[in-house]
């Protein structure tokens, strides 16, 4: 690869981040999903905060040497990590193979951005991934369109609080591309995946679980909420509010 060519690699780079920072969003690094439909109604806990978010990091990007001691946060020190990696390094047969990658592995995170939401109601984020997992046609019927979607809680309180907080409902609304609007699962059903997890500030954890829907559209945009329990510290209920799950998009290919 020419000198010139590896250049311009880290030039587009620095375009896609600009474009974000235009949309006023910050790229958020994101394990993209794996599995099929043999993932809906799983769940699992996974480590909070910093060292969550540097893991991800190490695992999109294990060849990058200069890797900032923190995650990235902003979208200049992402420039900045591409800028010591590609734009000052030698255009060697590694190096290229890396600079491939890494171009491929951001624009696979760009795209996940597009689609995904994050929301965060009264110290409850909810962040939102999803995924195209093909089309099928039922008894000759009308063509489906099957997505999953990975569902990450986290319950980050304001500094000094105790207070416990439990996940006991949800609800789900659907727009398809025809701008037929549904409710896919009513207000109030019961927790998610089968469970009804409790957020300890104390023993900070994010819940994650992963479903899916079918649409008849390509496209679609998926909203809802959960239903969230306040707790006292004898584990009883002092109150309750929805935390909002913001929309996403489900977009098909092919």
Request: proline share 6%.
């Amino acid at each position: 690869m020419s000198t010139s060519l590896f250049i311009a690699m880290y030039r587009s780079l620095c375009r896609q981040t600009a474009a974000l920072e235009k949309r006023g969003a910050v790229l958020k690094s994101r394990m993209p999903m794996e599995g099929g439909r043999e993932k809906w109604g799983t769940c699992r806990w996974i480590p909070s905060g910093a060292e969550g978010e540097a893991t991800v990091v190490q695992q999109l990007f294990p060849f990058l040497s200069h890797f900032p001691d923190m995650p990235l946060r902003s979208n200049n020190e992402l420039r900045e990590c591409i800028k010591k990696n590609f734009r000052n390094g030698n255009p060697s047969n590694e190096s290229t193979s890396q600079a491939l990658g890494a171009f491929k592995i951001l624009r696979e995170q760009f795209q996940l951005e597009l689609c995904s939401s994050h929301s965060v109601t009264q110290g409850v984020s909810v962040d939102v991934t999803p995924k195209f997992l093909g089309a099928f046609n039922e008894y000759g019927g009308s063509p489906q369109n099957i997505f999953s979607y990975r569902i990450r809680v986290e319950y980050r309180p304001a500094p000094g609080s105790t207070e416990k907080v439990r996940l006991v409902s949800r609800s789900w609304m659907l727009k398809e591309s025809s701008g037929d609007t549904k409710t896919i699962v009513p207000k109030g059903s019961y927790g998610v995946v089968g469970q009804t997890p409790t957020f300890d500030p104390e023993n900070a954890q994010i819940f994650e679980y992963t479903s899916g829907c079918v649409t008849k559209s390509k496209s679609a945009e998926m909203w809802g909420s959960f239903g969230m329990e306040k707790l006292d510290s004898k584990g009883l209920s002092v109150g309750a509010f929805e935390a909002k799950v913001g929309p996403f998009l489900l977009m098909g290919t092919g």
